[in-house]
C-alpha cells in the first residue's frame, strides 16, 4: 500500500486527484490544539494533504465530524482479550486503535518462542500496526512451572524482527536492584534499545538504580504522586485502564498539556465483554475528558506523545507525509469513531477479509492427567490456616487465617464465611504438581469454576465446594483443549474452548463475547458474587502481587516471597 | 567511559558512592517545569540519580547554580567557524553546546567523501557528541562548478556509521517539486529515516507535496506565520540565529509551552567572532528568554524537544537513566555555563588534550592556475549592464541595472555609486571558468578582497576596485592553499590561511578570532562598510538565493533559475 514519490508529490501537490479525500470535515491539529476546517488527502498509506482543499478519486464526505490522529495503545496483552491477533485486529480497530504495542508474555509462558514467533506472524497481517515487546521475565517467577523460559538467547533471534520494538515489561524490578544475572544479561542486550518499565510503587533511590539500567516507561503507577514522582525522573507515563487495573481516575491531576509530551494511553489486559460494552482505548479518551482532562492532552496522550516514546517516527499527526492512521470521530468530547483508517485504508469487514490467517500454534498445551477428586483432600490440622483473601475488582489479595471445619479427616470449606477450596495444577506435561489451598470471597455455594488462564504460568486454576465438580471442570479443561468451565452438580453448565495455548479461542470475538456473558451467569447461578470471577480466578496465581496467592507448588507468600505450603 | 549496569544500579541506589555528584544545586525539570533543588548523581556517561541526596567519589559544590540539559545545535555548518571539528569542540562545548547535529556540506562540495568522512573521523574523536547529516544537495545547482559530486550512491556507504542520523537539509524544493530523479533517488533510499528539510517562503499546497516525500524539519522559517503552518503541517520547527540568518525575534511568538514539543533551536552558519563576542546556542536561549520567551519552551527546545525530533532518545533531561550531559548555568535567564558535563566527562581544557587528533584533509584544494589582472577584464558596452545589489546582513540580493563607465575599452567601476568589480574563480581544478561582473554595496574605494570560502561550491570570490589588486589577492590564495586576503596598494594587508579544503584553519580558534579581527579592520581601510564583508562576499556565489548571484559561469538570475553571462 506505499505509494511512489511521484506519487506522493503529485498528489500532496495537489496536481492530480489523490487516493483518497476526506471532504468538508476538520481535524484536530495535536500541536496548536486548534481545530482546523480542511480536506484530508490521502496516497498509499500516507496522508499528503491538509490545510486545503483537495479533489480525490474517492472521497467520502465527513461534515461535522472531526479527524484525530489514530489511537496508540501503548501496552497490552492481546491474549487477555481471549481471542487471537487476527480476531483483537477486527475487534478493537474499528474503535481507533491503529496501533497496539503488545507483550506476548501469557502465550509466552506457554509456548517460549513459538508463541512468540505466532504473534510476529500474526503482526504481519493485522490491519492494525501490532508491534511486539519481547517478553522479559519468562518465567516470572521460580514460585511457579511455567511452560517455558525465555533467556536472553532464546530473546535475540527475534531482535531485528521489523515487528519488534524492543524488551517488554521489565517486572522483575527486584532482580534488577539485586543485579541477578539473568536480568543484567536482558537489560545489558538491550541497552540503547528501548526497554519497557513495570515498577510498581517503586520509589526514591530504588527507583533511580532501577532507571539507571536504561528502563523507560511505567505503566504501573497508581497514584498522581507516584507518576509525578516517576515522570520528574524521565519515566514515559503509560495511564492504564483495563478490565483490572483501572488508574484513569487516580491520575487525571497528570493529564495535563504541560505534561502529555510525556504521557500515554494503555489498557494491559482488557477483556471482550468491557470492549463491547464500554470500548477500548476510545472509552479512556471519552472518560478522561468527562472527568476534566484538557483533550489537547489526551488526544497528544493517545497519539504523538505515545508514538515519540516508542520510536514510531511515522505517526501520531494529521498531517502530510504522516501515516495515514486516522480516526473520524463524532466529537473530541465523543471520542467516538465513524471511520476508521489504517495505513490510508477505510477499515471495514471486507477489509479484514483480505488478510491471510495465520496457523494457531499450541493447540495441544494441555498435558495434565486426569485428576480424581482425591487429588483435592487437604488433611486437617489443628490450628490456623492460611487463606487466600479476595477484593472484588482487585487483583491484590489479603493473607487471611481461620480455623477450618474439619470433614472427616480432611479441612472442608466452609460456606458460611465464604471459604472454599481453590487448587492450582502443572499443566504443560512438566512435573504434574497439584497445589490445594482455601479461598475467601468468590460466594460460591455449590460447583466448581476452573480455567486455564492463570498468570502468568497459566497453569489449570479451580475454585470450587465440591471436589467431585473440581475434577469435573479441570478434567474438562484437558477436553476442550484449555478454557472456561463451569460445573454444578456434576454436570457442566458453560465452557468456552480457548485451545490457542490454552489461553485465546478460535472463534470469532462476537462469539466469545456471547460465551463468556453465558459462562457469567453460570458462574452467578452457583453464587459468584464476583462481577469478574474468571478474571479473578486467573489472578490467584500471580506471585508477584502481593499478599497470598497459589501456584503449582502452593501456597505464596508475596510479602517473604517464599512458599508456605 | 560508559560503564557496567551493576555499577549504574548500585550508585542509582546510592549503595555505594557516585563517581561524581553535584551537590547542593537545584536542576529545572523540563517535564514539570519545576526548580528541583537536588543533587545530580553521575556513573560514568549516565545520570543515575536525582530528587535526592548522593555521596560521590568527587563531588562539585553548584550551590546557587542550577543544571540543565546540554543543548543541541540541530542544523549547523561547522565549516562556517572556520576552523575544524576539533576546534569547533573546544570552542563551543564550554558554553553548554553537548551535541553539535552538523551538515559537512562545504567540505563535501569541495571534497566529495572525503571531506564527509573527514568530519566523521572527526565526529569520533570530539567531547562533544558531533552528529553527521549526509549532505543531500552536492553541487547544490548545475549553475556553478562544485568540486564534487554526490549521488545517492555516494552516500549509502555512510548510512549506518553510528554519527550519522540521515539525509542532511533537502535544499533543492525545486527538485523534489519537479520530481528530479536525482532528488528522488536520495528521498526514496531514506523513506522511513530522517530527512531535514529546508524550503525558504515554501508555503500551500507545494509545502504539502514537499513533505509528502517524507521531509520532517525546517530551519528556513524567517516569519511567524510561515513557521506557524509549517509546524501545523507536522514540521519540526528548528528556530535559527546564525551570524547571517537571524530568525529569532521573528519566530518569537512560536516560542511557547503548547508548541515546545515540536522546537528546537540551530545556528546554521555562526563565525567565531560572534561567538566570541555573545556565545553559541547560550546566547539564542539568554535573547529568547530576555525577549519574553518562557524559560520551560526555550529550554525544551534547546534540548529534549530537539532530541526527540533527531531520534536520540538517549539526552535531553536531568533523569536517572539519561546522558549526563549537563550544563550548570549560573541562572535560568543568564543560561552561562559555569560548568559543563559532556557524557559524565567535565569539561576542561586537560579533557580535550586526550582526544586524538584527525588528519587534515583537502590541503591542496585550490588548484586554480595564475591569474593576470586581464582576467578581470569586462567589455565595455552601450546599454545597462546587471549588477548585484548587496543588502547589509542579508544574504538575499537585489538584481539591480545600470550604466556604466567606459575605461578604455573596457566597462569600469563606478565609485561614486559604490559599484566595483566581482569575480568567481573555479577553483577545483575542473575547468579553470572565470566569471567577472559588478556589485553594489561593499563601499570599497580601493584594493581588493579575496575568498575561497564561496557558497555553496567555494570557488574564489574576489571583490575589487584594482584589477591589479584583484589578481593579487586571488594568486595569494593559491599560495597560502585557500583563506581571506586583504590587498591594497598592490600589497598583502591582511590574511588568514585555511588550508582545510579551502575552508578551515589548521589554528586554535583563538588565533582564528583574532586574525578575522585584524581582516576586519583592513577591509574597513579599504572603505569597506559592511560588518562583515568576508561573510557577505562568502554568500555573492550562492545560486539558490535570490535574486542576483555570480557563480564561476556567469551571472545567475536566480528568480529565472539561469545563466545571464
Not at 474499528?94 to 501469557?106: F, K, L, M, N, Q
Not at 515489561?169 to 543485579?179: D, Q, R, S
Not at 499527526?317 to 465513524?338: C, K, N, Q
Not at 469454576?449 to 486454576?461: K, L, Q
Request: charged share 20%.
Amino acid at each position: 500500500m506505499s505509494a511512489s514519490l511521484p506519487d506522493l508529490i503529485d498528489q500532496g501537490t495537489g496536481r492530480v486527484p489523490a487516493d483518497l479525500v476526506l471532504k468538508n470535515g476538520r481535524f484536530f491539529d495535536l500541536v496548536t490544539g486548534d481545530l482546523v476546517s480542511s480536506d484530508i488527502a490521502i496516497c498509499g498509506d500516507r496522508i499528503v494533504g491538509t490545510c486545503g482543499r483537495y479533489a480525490g478519486r474517492e472521497e467520502i464526505d465527513i461534515s461535522g465530524l472531526t479527524v484525530v490522529p489514530g489511537f496508540i495503545d501503548t501496552h497490552l496483552h492481546i491474549e487477555s482479550s481471549l481471542v487471537t491477533p487476527h480476531e483483537f485486529d477486527r475487534c478493537v480497530l474499528p474503535y481507533g486503535v491503529t496501533t497496539a504495542i503488545c507483550d506476548p508474555h501469557e502465550i509466552a509462558n506457554v509456548l517460549g518462542a513459538e508463541g512468540i514467533r505466532f504473534f510476529l506472524d500474526s503482526a504481519e497481517q493485522t490491519i492494525m500496526d501490532v508491534r511486539v515487546q519481547l517478553s522479559s521475565c519468562v518465567p516470572a517467577t521460580h514460585l511457579e512451572t511455567s511452560g517455558a523460559d525465555l533467556p536472553i538467547e532464546a530473546l535475540l533471534p527475534f531482535r531485528n524482527h521489523p515487528k519488534v520494538i524492543g524488551l517488554a515489561e521489565f517486572m522483575n524490578f527486584p532482580g534488577v536492584l539485586h543485579k541477578d544475572p539473568v536480568c543484567l544479561a536482558k537489560l545489558e542486550a538491550f541497552q540503547g534499545g528501548h526497554i519497557d518499565g513495570h515498577a510498581p510503587l517503586l520509589r526514591g533511590l530504588d527507583l533511580n538504580g532501577y532507571l539507571s539500567a536504561g528502563i523507560r516507561t511505567d505503566h504501573e503507577c497508581t497514584s498522581a504522586e507516584e507518576a509525578l514522582e516517576k515522570i520528574r525522573k524521565g519515566m514515559h507515563i503509560l495511564v492504564r485502564e483495563g478490565s483490572v487495573s483501572k488508574d484513569l481516575h487516580a491520575l487525571l491531576p497528570i493529564l495535563t498539556e504541560r505534561l502529555s509530551p510525556f504521557l500515554a494511553l494503555c489498557t494491559d489486559d482488557r477483556n471482550p465483554l468491557d470492549i463491547a460494552e464500554e470500548g477500548h482505548l476510545d472509552f479512556m479518551i471519552r472518560e478522561a475528558i468527562r472527568l476534566g482532562a484538557a483533550p489537547l492532552a489526551v488526544y497528544r496522550a493517545a497519539s504523538i506523545s505515545a508514538a515519540r516514546a516508542f520510536g514510531l517516527a511515522d505517526r501520531g499527526l494529521v498531517a502530510p507525509g504522516w501515516r495515514a492512521d486516522l480516526v473520524v470521530v463524532d466529537s473530541l468530547e465523543g471520542a467516538r469513531a465513524a471511520h476508521v483508517f489504517a495505513a490510508g485504508r477505510r477499515v471495514t469487514e471486507t477489509l479484514f477479509a483480505t488478510r491471510t490467517p495465520v496457523a494457531p500454534v499450541g493447540l495441544d498445551s494441555v498435558k495434565a492427567g486426569r485428576i480424581e477428586p482425591s487429588a483435592f483432600a487437604v488433611p486437617y490440622s489443628d490450628g490456623e490456616t492460611s487463606v487466600i483473601g479476595v477484593l472484588p475488582g482487585k487483583i491484590i489479595t489479603e493473607h487471611r487465617r481461620f480455623q477450618l471445619p474439619a470433614k472427616g479427616n480432611e479441612a472442608g470449606a466452609d460456606l458460611g464465611r465464604d471459604i472454599i477450596k481453590v487448587a492450582v495444577i502443572e499443566r504443560h506435561g512438566l512435573n504434574g504438581n497439584h497445589a490445594n489451598g482455601f479461598v475467601q470471597g468468590f460466594g460460591l455455594k455449590k460447583g466448581a469454576i476452573a480455567s486455564t488462564v492463570g498468570h502468568d504460568s497459566h497453569n489449570i486454576c479451580v475454585v470450587g465446594v465440591d471436589a467431585d465438580d473440581m475434577a469435573l471442570a479441570a478434567n474438562r479443561l484437558g477436553e476442550i483443549k484449555g478454557g472456561f468451565v463451569v460445573v454444578e452438580d456434576g454436570r457442566v453448565t458453560a465452557e468456552i474452548a480457548l485451545p490457542v495455548a490454552g489461553l485465546m479461542s478460535l472463534e470469532p470475538y462476537e462469539s466469545v463475547r456471547d460465551t463468556l456473558q453465558t459462562l457469567r451467569k453460570a458462574a452467578f447461578s452457583l453464587g459468584a458474587t464476583l462481577q469478574e470471577p474468571f478474571l479473578q480466578l486467573a489472578f490467584l496465581p500471580l506471585p508477584v502481587i502481593p499478599h497470598l496467592k497459589i501456584s503449582d507448588r502452593g501456597l505464596v507468600d508475596v510479602d517473604r516471597f517464599m512458599l508456605i505450603g
